[in-house]
């Protein structure tokens, strides 16, 4: 029903013209074009089933990836990174609205969901890359735990149930009240288990899911990875900007100084000799960066940061904002919704400002 419902105020609103209507009056009132950069992660074929239980995990079809590719060029005019730091830094002012597309984690179908609508609209982006995982059997912690979920059986369950006081009580406490009877329990037991992780720091992630996969013998079978050092190479040579997202993809400001300098100067000494392009952006894993990080990140040699905090750019940003960036994300699966969430961003725009709390 609630589906139902966007989609009819988003009917209303693309033939009503009211995305466009408010792009202008925001932009006639502040007196600058609209500058945003959004952000996604897996495009996939949703068709052949969900692999997992999270956001991530399941991704966006490829499909609503190209309806909302098109809305969002039906508004702005899609850049490369080079011009959008050119635009925060204050060494550019388009005179229209502009927009960057940007990926983070190198899922490893970019090139065959992904890149061919962004071909088809003839667009730029940019990919974000944690060099320990390209062309690896590494996978992120995440995708490990929603592939324990999936696989496991109940029996598999109780068995674990039974050694869950080998975990930390928050870890042990999930085991203990979740189940894996149904898929809706296994979507909620996963859930449950990849929030109790995030709150805890990356070594201690590793071993607790290891500590997982071994008990229940877990073999990874979702399929999801990241992209090999050919496949970054072969995207680049067709335009995309392959930039860094770190070199473990942990959360930066969880780690001491000398750690942060060894993610962000690594990363981007290896994607430069791997790839021969020189590397201008950090995205920060899960968003995570101090004044720590963003002075790191400047000694780097690096051009701009970007988060995960929701909001829109802006023009001649001093030099320590650009390395705080705010991106948005973008919902939608046909034109309607995705004008509609389009218009959306632009009320956010009028009462809050170029920043909001939530996305």
Same mark, same amino acid.
């Given at each position: 029903?609630?589906?139902?419902? !966007?989609?009819?105020?988003?009917? @209303?609103?693309?033939?009503?013209?009211?995305?466009?209507?408010?792009?202008?009056?925001?932009?006639?009132?502040?007196?600058?074009?609209?500058?945003?950069?959004?952000?996604?992660?897996?495009?996939?074929?949703?068709?052949?089933?969900?692999?997992?239980?999270?956001?991530?995990?399941?991704?966006?079809?490829?499909?609503?990836?190209?309806?909302?590719?098109?809305?969002?060029?039906?508004?702005? !005019?899609?850049?490369?990174?080079?011009?959008?730091?050119?635009?925060?830094?204050?060494?550019?002012?388009?005179? !229209?609205?502009?927009?960057?597309?940007?990926?983070?984690?190198?899922?490893?179908?970019?090139?065959?969901?992904?890149?061919?609508? /962004?071909?088809?609209?003839?667009?730029?982006?940019?990919?974000?890359?944690?060099?320990?995982?390209?062309?690896?059997?590494?996978?992120?912690?995440?995708?490990?735990?929603?592939?324990?979920?999936?696989?496991?059986?109940?029996?598999?369950?109780? !068995?674990?149930?039974? /050694?869950?006081?080998?975990?930390?009580?928050?870890?042990?406490?999930?085991?203990?009240?979740?189940?894996?009877?149904?898929?809706?329990?296994?979507?909620?037991?996963?859930?449950?288990?990849?929030?109790?992780?995030?709150?805890?720091?990356?070594?201690? @992630?590793?071993?607790?899911?290891?500590?997982?996969?071994?008990?229940?013998?877990?073999?990874?079978?979702?399929?999801?990875?990241?992209?090999?050092?050919?496949?970054?190479?072969?995207?680049?040579?067709?335009?995309?900007?392959?930039?860094?997202?770190?070199?473990?993809?942990?959360?930066?400001?969880?780690?001491?100084?000398?750690?942060?300098?060894?993610?962000?100067?690594?990363?981007?000494?290896?994607?430069?000799?791997?790839?021969?392009?020189?590397?201008?952006?950090?995205?920060?894993?899960?968003?995570?960066?101090?004044?720590?990080?963003?002075?790191?990140?400047?000694?780097?040699?690096?051009?701009?940061?970007?988060?995960?905090?929701?909001?829109?750019?802006?023009?001649? /940003?001093?030099?320590?904002?650009?390395?705080?960036?705010?991106?948005?994300?973008?919902?939608?699966?046909?034109?309607?919704?995705?004008?509609?969430?389009?218009?959306?961003?632009?009320?956010?725009?009028?009462?809050?400002?170029?920043?909001?709390?939530?996305?």
């Amino acid at each position: 029903m609630r589906k139902l419902i !966007r989609t009819a105020v988003g009917f @209303v609103c693309y033939y009503l013209g009211l995305t466009r209507f408010l792009l202008f009056i925001t932009e006639l009132v502040t007196g600058d074009a609209t500058l945003v950069a959004f952000v996604y992660h897996r495009v996939t074929d949703r068709s052949n089933g969900d692999v997992g239980y999270l956001i991530y995990d399941v991704g966006i079809d490829y499909r609503s990836f190209d309806v909302q590719v098109a809305a969002i060029k039906r508004h702005f !005019r899609i850049a490369g990174l080079s011009e959008y730091i050119d635009c925060v830094s204050g060494r550019k002012q388009p005179d !229209r609205r502009t927009a960057l597309l940007t990926f983070d984690d190198a899922d490893f179908e970019f090139i065959k969901y992904a890149l061919p609508v /962004l071909a088809k609209h003839h667009c730029e982006s940019v990919v974000f890359a944690p060099t320990d995982f390209i062309g690896t059997d590494k996978r992120f912690w995440h995708l490990r735990v929603t592939n324990l979920t999936r696989n496991i059986d109940s029996d598999g369950w109780a !068995r674990l149930q039974g /050694l869950a006081g080998q975990f930390k009580e928050q870890i042990a406490q999930v085991i203990r009240q979740s189940s894996v009877a149904d898929e809706d329990r296994r979507g909620e037991t996963c859930r449950a288990l990849a929030h109790a992780l995030d709150q805890m720091d990356a070594e201690e @992630v590793d071993s607790i899911v290891t500590k997982l996969e071994q008990i229940v013998a877990a073999k990874y079978t979702l399929g999801v990875s990241c992209m090999s050092w050919v496949q970054l190479a072969q995207i680049a040579e067709q335009g995309v900007a392959i930039e860094s997202h770190t070199v473990t993809h942990r959360k930066l400001a969880w780690l001491d100084e000398q750690t942060i300098r060894s993610e962000l100067f690594e990363s981007k000494r290896l994607l430069e000799q791997k790839l021969g392009n020189t590397v201008t952006a950090i995205c920060y894993p899960a968003g995570s960066f101090n004044d720590t990080v963003v002075a790191a990140a400047r000694e780097a040699g690096y051009q701009a940061g970007f988060t995960t905090m929701p909001g829109l750019g802006a023009f001649a /940003l001093p030099v320590d904002e650009r390395f705080r960036l705010r991106r948005v994300s973008m919902y939608g699966d046909s034109k309607y919704e995705a004008d509609f969430h389009l218009a959306k961003m632009m009320l956010k725009r009028i009462f809050f400002g170029k920043a909001w709390n939530r996305d």
